[in-house]
């Protein structure tokens, strides 16, 4: 079973990464687990992989299931298989939110 962690711990795992630049055509049909309790076949569109971690792990993007699963790619005989490692779902609770980008106004006066 996948650890399923919160948003902000997946950020902090997954951290370092840069854009996937590896060939991932290789790995189309390969399954991984994922956090929603399900398998799910990789394929780059429906489920594309939004972060390459070194140490040959992805993060995988699955919109369908809302969930975002980091895997550890692994050559096993002849096929490669992905090993979940931890999994968060991908949403923002909107209570939460804030809007990071206004950090102008923020003059201190004592
Ligand atoms: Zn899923």
Sequence with gaps: M???????????STFGGRP???DMS???GVTYECG???EH???PYSTPVIREIPGMK???DNPQCGYVTLVK???GFFKYKFESIISSINKIDNKTTKTPKKKKK????K
């Design 2 to 12: 996948v650890n399923i962690v919160n948003m902000e711990e997946f950020y902090q």
């Design 20 to 22: 996937c630049q590896l």
């Design 26 to 28: 290789i790995y189309v």
């Design 36 to 38: 929603c309790g399900s």
């Design 41 to 43: 076949s990789w394929d």
């Design 58 to 60: 992805v993060v995988i």
């Design 73 to 75: 790619i692994k050559l």
């Design 106 to 109: 923020k003059k201190r006066r």
